[in-house]
Structure formats: C-alpha cells, structure tokens
C-alpha cells in the first residue's frame, strides 16, 4: 500500500526562511558571542541583547528548539557548535558569511521571481549602482566581512584539497582569487615543501598578509597583486581557482580557464572548485541554488556541471581532466595540461 501523500516538505520548504532568519539575527545580535563566557541567565541575556520583552523568550527558545542552544531552567548556553563557530572573537567564526546572508542576500532574495522574469539581478546592479565587487571593494569593512566569509565558506574544501591532491611533485602554486588566502595557508600548512602565491585585487593584499602573517607563513606565502581581465596569471606549477568561475559568463569563464592553461608549464594542473552540480542536474541542491545565488548577484555569472567544465578544459587544450569529491557540496575539477 503506498503511504498517504503529506504536504510536510512543502510547507516544511516553504517556511524554512523562518528558521533561517532567526539564526541570522541571533548572528546579528551577538547571541552565540554572548554566550561564550558561560550560560547566562533569562534575564541577564535579554538584557545584554536588547531585547523587548514581547518576543525575547520566544526567540531564545525558538533558537533552543531549532538546536543552536541549550537551556537548563531558565538558563541558556551555547551548543559546542555554535561555540565555535559562531562566536565572533574565535578565528573559527563562519557568521561572516551569515552576516552578509541577513544584510545582503536575504533582502535581494525577496525579488527572486522578478530575477527569474527579468534575467536581471537584484542587488545594487538593479538601479544602475556598481556590481558587487565594485560594491565591497568601495567600504573596507565590508571587505573584510566578505572574505573572511568566504574563508568560512571555503575552510572544509580547502583543507581537503590541501590534504588530497597529489601535491608531492608539485613547487609552487598560486590561487587565483585568493580573498583572505585560506586556500593557500591550508595548503601550505599540510605541505610544508610547497610556495604559494595568492592573486587578487589590491585592496585584498592587507587581508592576505595579516592572515598569512597570523598563521606564521610569510616566507612562503605572497601576494602577487593583479586583475584577472588585464593580466595574465603569475606562472606555477598548479593554479587553483575557488568559487571564481560561477561568479561569471561563459566568455569569462573559458578566458581564466586558458590563462591558468597559459600559466602552468606542461604536467602542470588547473584545479577548479566549488558547488560542481552533478550531470544530471538533480542531485546537488545546493549548487542549483547557488546557481540563482549567481542571478541575484552577478550579471552572467553561473553554476555548472562537471561535464561543463572538463568540456572548456578541454577545448582550452587540457589534456586529462577528472571531477574528485570535496566536502558537503562542494568538487574540484582538475585539468592536467
Ligand atoms: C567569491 S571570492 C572567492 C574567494 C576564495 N577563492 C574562496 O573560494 O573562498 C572571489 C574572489 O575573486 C576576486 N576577484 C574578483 N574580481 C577579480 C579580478 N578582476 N581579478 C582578480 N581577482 C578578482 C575577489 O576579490 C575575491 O577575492
């Protein structure tokens, strides 16, 4: 007998943005950062926050039953996770990519249907203002917000590529978008034989060098300061690019991908990564999402199939390409010239 139809995904779908912005205005509010001393009583909590009375228990409990805290009595604590990673003074923090999720994604995604209609994104771009990295480059705390959210984002994938790629013949590397360089300093700190370069944009090099510096690797680690469009990449033995290609069109993504070919002596590698959606298009949720993430934010940018990618490796010249897993939903693409 088939089991009777039930509507909970779909109403579970369609009101998941309620949990979703509870999470980021405790994010917003300092919650979890709150808390890192120790569990806080009701009312000390409330207070700390500046919360109105109306609503303050049914949001920490709302967060308590969501599993983001514990409560003994009327005593709240962190769960060891969002200890971790969601108090802002711990280098684990991940809430820079939620921080940007509240203030930037969440009301540019109110106008979804209209991206869909229209083709068109929804941010800045819309009235005529600059495009998003315009945007972030123009307030410097803003910069930061973003690539240490993207060093939250990146930190799993990173530390598999860094552990997983055969780096063993390898010498040097350079990382093409490097933001905070986090790809780069996990690379180098499970490989200690290899050099790295990390490009990007000139604002990005104070980031670059305080975190490299934080983590001890200045002699090995450099940042070579450049624009992707007027330059050519800085010549190494694996090139590496991560969320880079989906952030643009298809002329703009096989132009990266033959100068990273140009870039890399012969054996060289090309490793792209990101949400690679699966072939069949079907599976890998969040890669889709992401895709629309790209409508919302960039003019042409786009997710794509492995099968994609090792197409325009190819008709750049690469000789052998292959998709290996990451973590969660994340793959590289690895093209070897
Ligand atoms: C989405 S972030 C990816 C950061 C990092 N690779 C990661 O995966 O976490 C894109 C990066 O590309 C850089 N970028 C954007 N336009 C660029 C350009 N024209 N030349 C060089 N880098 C650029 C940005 O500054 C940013 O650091």
């Keep these: 007998m088939t089991p009777p139809l039930s509507p909970d995904s779909i109403l579970q779908t369609g009101l998941a943005f309620w949990a979703s912005k509870t999470l980021l205005s405790a994010v917003e509010l300092g919650v979890f950062s709150q808390l890192a001393d120790g569990p806080l009583a009701f009312e000390a909590l ?7 009375p109306r609503s303050a228990r049914d949001f920490l409990d709302a967060l308590v039953a969501l599993g983001f805290l514990r409560r003994t009595d009327r005593t709240y604590a962190n769960t060891p996770e969002t ?17 940007m999720a ?13 991206a869909l209609r229209s ?27 973003f690539l240490a959210a993207m060093s939250g984002i990146s930190r799993g994938a990173n530390q598999t ?24 300093v996990q690379i ?3 490989q200690p034989h290899l050099s790295g370069i990390g490009f990007d944009l000139a604002p990005v090099e104070p980031i670059f060098a305080s975190y490299v510096e934080r983590h001890g690797l200045a002699e090995r680690l450099h940042f070579a300061a450049g624009d992707f469009f007027q330059q050519p990449l800085p010549a190494a033995d694996v090139v ?43 599976k890998n949720a969040f890669g889709l999402l992401m895709s629309l993430n790209m409508l919302i934010e960039t003019p042409g940018g786009f997710d794509y199939t492995g099968a994609d990618c090792m197409g325009w490796m190819r008709e750049a010249g690469f000789s052998s390409t292959r998709v290996e897993p990451l973590v969660g939903p994340d793959a590289m693409v690895i093209g070897v010239k």
């Design 46 to 52: 409330q207070t700390r926050l500046g919360l109105h």
């Design 83 to 99: 200890d971790l990673f969601l108090d802002r003074a711990k280098a684990t923090y991940v809430g820079g990519l939620l921080e």
């Design 102 to 114: 509240n203030h930037r994604l969440y009301p540019s995604w109110g106008q979804l249907s209209e």
């Design 119 to 145: 083709g068109e994104p929804q941010n800045e771009l819309k009235t005529g203002g600059p495009g998003l990295f315009e945007v972030l480059y123009a307030d410097p705390q803003g910069l930061e917000e």
């Design 161 to 184: 590529i860094a552990r997983t790629f055969p780096w063993q013949q390898v010498r040097t590397f350079v990382d093409v978008g490097t933001a905070q360089g986090d790809l780069a």
């Design 188 to 190: 180098a700190l499970a």
């Design 240 to 282: 590496l690019m991560g969320h880079i290609l989906h952030d643009w069109d298809l002329p703009t993504k096989r132009m990266l991908i033959g100068k990273a070919f140009e870039a890399l002596p012969t054996g060289g590698a090309l490793v792209v990564y990101e949400a690679i959606i699966d072939d069949d298009r079907s």
